[in-house]
């Protein structure tokens, strides 16, 4: 079934569902799968605490995703600066406010629902940076003046990021911007000035890190130098992961997790105590999945013929990609230690939320590749609307 694409709104409930990924949607269930089984095998053959709060959050994060993908893509385009601006508010808010635990202040109590605003930022600033390039000509894009203006977009967030400390998540928003700004058409030299000015602020940089950050650091460099202390995590992780040897221990007869030695199982070290039950083809097989779903996103990216919808789509699957680089880096000791997810596998409500958020957009890409798309959505009364060609 296809559509002209001259205007969404000619397209009914039913021909927008028909548009919908599906099975895109479909691997998504099959990874939210995969963690509950995890989380009921992490709380002893248990469905409280972690899986079932899991499964009733997917529920609710699919109807939003739903709801996303099937409103209208000018509308997000219209709103797209609200929407960073809202996020941003309760990143100050979290400054002002902010609930601690584990040392950190990234939690807001909103009443309601308590959230962590930096998973949100990391769509919403994807979604600004798309609203703001998608309104530049190549020529505009080339010039660094109009470069001001998003790298205040990127540093406002990140600053406050730091703050809490959180500085897995600034790093991952700071590289998904990266990513924007390339696809937009950045020249190769302004990415050459910003990376020589943060490699020459690395000795000022380490001076501001907090002691645990500067310890993870030391501890990744040199793990077996406290095995009992900063580099009991990492040690233990790579000891579950060798003694799953090939096809692993079996479904609930991990050691190291079962027998509590496997810190932090149910969120950065899940894929650790798969790899230990399920061995490397058990890992091997979540990675296909990851690769199957990241796939889906850049062919849907290259389906989409308006510049928004497309780095939009790019950007949020760039996202999700580092979220799984890093994780699986990190519980492997490639990289330091930094508190990031594995998506939609790891436990927690916020990470979920912002995952299923971007896919939402990612599908709502999808549903309006073929609609014209002015520069200010909704809002634009003009003809003149940028459409990409292939």
Avoid at 38 to 61: H, K, T, V
Avoid at 240 to 245: D, F, P, R
Avoid at 252 to 257: V, Y
Avoid at 375 to 382: C, K, T, W
């Amino acid at each position: 079934m296809t559509f002209d694409g001259s205007d969404s709104s000619s397209m009914t409930i039913g021909q927008k569902l028909w548009q919908v990924n599906w099975s895109l949607i479909f691997f998504l269930c099959i990874l939210v799968g995969i963690g509950s089984a995890m989380l009921y095998s992490a709380a002893d053959a248990n469905w409280s605490p972690w899986a079932e709060r899991q499964l009733i959050r997917f529920g609710s994060s699919l109807l939003i995703l739903l709801i996303i993908a099937l409103t209208d893509i000018r509308f997000w385009l219209s709103y797209a600066y609200t929407i960073y601006l809202l996020v941003f508010g309760l990143l100050i808010g979290v400054e002002v406010m902010g609930i601690i635990g584990m040392g950190a202040q990234r939690w807001i109590n909103l009443g309601f629902v308590q959230m962590q605003p930096s998973e949100i930022m990391k769509v919403a600033l994807v979604l600004a940076l798309a609203r703001y390039f998608h309104g530049l000509s190549q020529i505009d894009i080339r010039r660094p003046t109009f470069l001001i203006i998003p790298l205040i977009m990127v540093l406002a967030p990140v600053f406050l990021l730091l703050r809490q400390p959180d500085l897995g998540t600034a790093i991952m928003l700071t590289m998904t911007a990266g990513v924007i700004f390339f696809l937009a058409g950045v020249r190769a030299w302004h990415f050459g000035l910003v990376i020589g000015g943060m490699i020459a602020a690395l000795p000022i940089g380490w001076t501001m890190l907090h002691d645990y950050q500067k310890n993870r650091i030391l501890t990744f460099l040199n793990p077996e130098n406290d095995p009992l202390g900063a580099g009991y995590h990492i040690m233990q992780s790579k000891i579950a992961l060798g003694s799953g040897g090939l096809l692993g221990k079996g479904y609930l007869g991990g050691t190291q997790s079962q027998l509590n030695f496997l810190p932090e199982k149910q969120t950065d070290f899940i894929f650790t105590m798969l790899a230990e039950e399920f061995g490397m083809i058990g890992g091997l097989l979540l990675l296909l999945i990851y690769v199957i779903i990241i796939i889906y996103g850049f062919v849907i990216a290259l389906r989409v013929r308006n510049q928004f919808g497309r780095l939009l789509a790019l950007g949020l699957i760039g996202n999700f990609f580092l979220y799984i680089f890093i994780n699986i880096a990190m519980v492997m000791g490639l990289l330091p230690i930094v508190g990031i997810p594995l998506p939609l596998v790891s436990y927690g409500g916020t990470a979920m939320l912002s995952i299923m958020i971007g896919f939402g957009f990612i599908i709502c890409a999808n549903v309006h590749r073929e609609v014209r798309v002015g520069r200010y959505g909704l809002n634009d009364g003009s003809d003149g609307r940028r459409i990409l060609k292939g």
